[in-house]
């Protein structure tokens, strides 16, 4: 996975390091075992906050005791793009009625696309339709992040594999492109994107794993300041800059340390570390939460959290009962936790067709209202992403489609 999360993605970072791009994969919960998924930003109408115990606690209490299972309602498909899918999962954000969306169809299943590597595809949220493409001249091997602010797109593209051996020059650049004519107008090689705020385009040096935050002028990448910076990934969430570092991956030791950063001078504000991986940081109403995976699941193959953690700003205030993990190997069947549009779901994802989704009640930590089904290519690891108060799937055939589903329910 990307170690940069812009704002707005809704990509899982797996918070490894620059040099790691990998390939989300599924986990599972019922009763509730459970996985997470990857976050990107969407665009969404918030739920009321949740209703959760105030004090804090340092290690998830035993698991809920499943409810009565409802019968699954197929979605209907209201929108699809086609050719539209990405081997590293859900990476988009929203920038007024417009999707900007990770699109790779050479990656895609049943794709009749030819070869031409990854683009972004901007996608009218009214008409859903697509309304222009932006592509680097060169074919990259993957886009992994992308940010959209004052007219300006930019993405950060990889060429090669997963990894670089010996020198790394050259195999990341991030590019802008003029929103409205689709003109190329910028690049830089050998940058990370960490996103956007306050104006500036935020960025890192690829080569460098304990490099400075600098931050860009949108329009022109000139440099306009930099910060210090010395954590593994940077994220904008719940109104602060974060720094994530992942300690010890697919140990039973792992951990993460978060520490929220004054993005002025780079100055620690706070510092903590949570037991087992964890992932995006992400608005639930007025509060900030993260799902969280156990201790010694493996970050390049699959996403197993187990538990949400509600984040303060010095460290964690709440940790929800833990789920459990029916399924962390064998079955392609998963079923995980997720935090979506502003609220908690459960999903069910064989990873083959069929993919369900349902809101938890977080006052109890349990399934709540219609469990909604659909066909869906689960290959990416979360087949499900919430953009502009709709939900959206990787879909069985190698797009992406609109669901009619309310959110409400």
Not at 126 to 136: D, Q
Not at 169 to 174: S, Y
Not at 228 to 248: E, H, K, R, V
Request: charged content about 15%; glycine content about 12%; overall charge negative.
């Amino acid at each position: 996975m990307p170690s940069w999360l812009p704002t707005g993605r809704r990509r899982v970072a797996g918070l490894v390091g620059l040099a790691a791009c990998v390939a989300v994969a599924g986990g599972l919960l019922l009763g509730i075992p459970a996985r997470t998924s990857p976050s990107s930003g969407a665009s969404s109408s918030p739920s009321s906050s949740p209703t959760v115990s105030p004090s804090a606690s340092p290690r998830p209490s035993a698991s809920p005791t499943p409810g009565a299972t409802a019968t699954a309602v197929e979605a209907t498909v209201v929108a699809r793009v086609a050719d539209c899918q990405n081997p590293l999962g859900w990476d988009y954000t929203v920038s007024g009625n417009d999707l900007f969306v990770v699109c790779d169809a050479a990656n895609s299943p049943s794709s009749t696309a030819g070869p031409g590597g990854p683009y972004v595809a901007r996608v009218d949220l009214t008409t859903n339709k697509v309304t222009a493409t932006y592509r680097y001249k060169t074919p990259m091997t993957y886009i992994e992040g992308l940010t959209v602010d004052d007219g300006s797109l930019w993405f950060e593209g990889i060429f090669g594999g997963s990894g670089c051996a010996g020198d790394c020059r050259g195999w990341r650049r991030i590019d802008r492109f003029d929103v409205a004519t689709g003109e190329n107008t910028f690049e830089i090689p050998d940058v990370g994107l960490a996103g956007s705020s306050s104006g500036y385009i935020w960025v890192r040096d690829s080569l460098t794993q304990n490099g400075p935050l600098q931050k860009l002028d949108q329009n022109t990448g000139q440099e306009k300041g930099r910060i210090p910076f010395a954590m593994g990934s940077a994220q904008f969430a719940c109104g602060s800059l974060w720094g994530i570092t992942g300690n010890n991956l697919g140990t039973a030791d792992t951990s993460t340390t978060v520490a929220r950063i004054d993005p002025a001078d780079g100055t620690v504000l706070a510092s903590f570390t949570v037991p087992g991986l964890l992932h995006s940081l992400q608005s639930v109403g007025t509060e900030c939460w993260a799902s969280v995976e156990p201790a010694g699941a493996d970050p390049y193959t699959a996403y197993y959290a187990d538990h949400f953690v509600r984040i303060g700003g010095s460290g964690v205030e709440y940790t929800s009962p833990l789920f459990h993990l029916e399924n962390r190997s064998g079955s392609l069947s998963e079923t995980y936790v997720d935090i979506q549009g502003g609220s908690f779901w459960l999903v069910n994802d064989d990873r083959l067709t069929t993919a369900t989704l349902q809101r938890l009640d977080p006052s109890t930590w349990q399934p709540t209202g219609t469990p909604w089904q659909s066909g869906a290519s689960g290959y990416q690891g979360d087949p499900f992403a919430i953009i502009g108060g709709s939900v959206w799937v990787f879909d069985d055939g190698g797009g992406i489609s609109r669901l009619d589903i309310p959110l409400g329910s």
